[in-house]
């Protein structure tokens, strides 16, 4: 394998730079949340990727030193469950090596990292996000399809923070299901100090029976915290950055808003994603991705796989949520599932 690779930069269609690349390790979770991996769709006879057809991690380091070599600089490791894939912290530690990663995140249900906190953390890892819908253990439990107990996510949450990793903690609001959440969780992180971002419930996939009336738009749960606790906006830290960030008055912590439904934001999306098998998608909502692990498993040199990923990047012109504001409803086709490519 070539070691050095030329360092190109490129823009797609839209002007937009390659910075951010996801990285999504396995399609399995242990959790069955309803807007993601429905019980009735991933149920126990589900096929999931076999172990043959996922990149290994010296494909995926591959494959992220060519991203690298053309602009990314922040990774994300997602899934799935990120924390199910075995002997995570190896790939870390291979990605922790590359010259020019500047950031490494993780995105987790958060169950099993009491017992991952630490070796993450000395593996390499920079942050994590722990999804957590509710405060409530019935309808955690009912969210989550698995009868997951709140308090196994927060004594994660603790781990993490114990063993230094940067936290911020996301919650999926759908109406008539985590909307009765919105304002306990807010009081709870304001007391702890860290950062809650509210995620729009997105048309992601096919599975989820998503409709436009189950999106509460993200000016409503500003108006509702304000009214209580009252924030300040937070100036973008950098171009591309997914949440709008506002911070409660006299203190540092923030909360932020992923509105991907009412206030799309495609003019600045800069990132990637690599798929468990190997395909890489340009959206979140695209229709179909390229298949890549083919080309590592061909004899196809960096330099080669390199011009081909620039080639993809080049020709980007995906804006999905742009188009759907201009849709009553989601736009009509066939899209991967969240948990193939993670978010
Ligand atoms: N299993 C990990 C987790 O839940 O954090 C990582 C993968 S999960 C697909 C990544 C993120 O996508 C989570 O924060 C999850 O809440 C969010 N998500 C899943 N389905 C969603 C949907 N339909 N709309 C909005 N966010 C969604
Ligand atoms: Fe699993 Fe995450 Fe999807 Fe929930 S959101 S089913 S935890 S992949
Ligand atoms: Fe990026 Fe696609 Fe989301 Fe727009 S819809 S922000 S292009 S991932």
Known sequence: MDQKISHTKVTDQLQRPLRDLRISVTDKCNFR???????EIFHKDFQFLPKEKLLSFEEIERLTRIFVGMGVEKIRLTGGEPLLRKDITILIQKIRQIEGVKDIALTTNGSLLEKFALPLKEAGLDRVSVSLDSLDDDRFGYMNGRGIKVSTVLKGIEAAQKAGLGIKINMVVQKGATDPDILPMARYFKEAGITLRFIEFMDVGNANGWELKQVVPSRDILEMINRE???EPV?????????KRYRYLGTDT????????????????????????GYIYMCLFATEGIDVRSRLRDGTTDEELTRYVQQLWSNRKDRYSEERLSATQGLPRKKVEMSHIGG
């Open 254 to 277: 923030e909360i932020g808003f992923i509105s991907s439904v009412t206030q799309a934001f495609c003019s600045s999306c800069t990132r990637a994603r690599l798929s468990a098998e």
């Open 235 to 243: 100036e973008a830290e950098y171009f591309g950055e997914v949440a």
């Open 229 to 231: 606790m009252p924030v």
């Open 33 to 39: 949340c309803r807007y993601c991996m429905p019980e």
